[in-house]
């Protein structure tokens, strides 16, 4: 049971590019969140997913696309990178009922010159 | 809506002291409360919970959470540091009236370090 994992690591883009972050949970959670820490700012809601099919803005949405084809990935896409997406990425799942607790990924440290 | 505050950003306390980490919440209904750790580049760990029930609930690493409905806290305590507990602690807030669905909220975090 690996939990829940995200590649890369790290990565470095130049503005403008574009690059897809990995997030893929193997404990069946319908309920999967992308974050973006900053310093400062605590962790921040990209997007989320209730489960496959289904996506919802969180509270920084711009930049960033996702979808949910499988209840195991959850993919983030940004779609031109800009320095201000410089920033530590992740990905957390749950099961579905709100009550309960989230499991967090390693996290993407991504710099973007 | 539903948000959380950690109003310090460093807490320092000897080892062998107790700790505690503020946290107060605002919600529409009764709120579901977390408490989660990281450490230097890792990601974040559950410490504890309240769902309903016992105001003191307790959890991983003998860390303990009061929930306190009349001064809208949830604060984090341990009644003896350790060196190792010394990390970034994240207080988190979810209103489940509204929808089954809201996303978790976090605070900004609380720096705690532990002196031996």
């Known amino acids: 049971n690996a939990g829940v994992t995200q590649t890369p690591k790290f990565q470095v883009l130049k503005t403008g590019q574009s690059m897809t972050l990995q997030c893929a949970q193997d404990?069946?959670?319908?309920?999967m969140s992308w974050y973006r820490q900053d310093p400062g700012m605590g962790l921040r809601l990209i997007h989320y997913?209730?489960?496959?099919?289904?996506?919802d803005q969180g509270e920084v949405p711009n930049g960033y696309n996702v979808s949910r084809s499988t209840t195991e990935d959850f993919p983030l896409r940004l779609l031109s990178a800009a320095p201000s997406q410089t920033s530590v990425y992740f990905c957390?799942?749950?099961?579905?009922?709100?009550?309960?607790?989230?499991?967090f990924g390693p996290g993407t440290r991504l710099t973007v010159l | 809506a539903q948000s959380v505050a950690q109003p310090e950003d460093q807490v320092n306390v000897a080892e062998g002291n107790p700790l505690t980490v503020k946290c107060t919440y605002s919600?529409?209904?009764?709120?579901?409360l977390f408490w989660y750790v990281q450490y230097p580049n890792r990601g974040l760990q559950f410490l504890l919970k309240?769902?309903?029930?016992?105001?003191l609930v307790k959890g991983s690493y003998g860390f303990e959470a009061e929930f306190n409905k009349s001064q809208t806290s949830f604060h984090l305590k341990k009644p003896s540091a350790l060196v190792s507990d010394s990390a970034l602690y994240f207080c988190?807030?979810?209103?489940?009236?509204?929808?089954?669905?809201?996303?978790?909220?976090f605070g900004k975090g609380t720096r705690l370090s532990v002196i031996a």
């Open positions: 957390a799942s749950s099961w579905g009922s709100s009550y309960n607790e989230q499991f």
């Open positions: 404990m069946n959670h319908e309920y």
């Open positions: 997913s209730v489960g496959a099919g289904i996506t």
């Open positions: 919600v529409s209904g009764n709120p579901y």
């Open positions: 309240y769902i309903t029930g016992d105001n």
């Open positions: 988190a807030v979810r209103d489940p009236f509204n929808s089954e669905n809201t996303p978790l909220v």
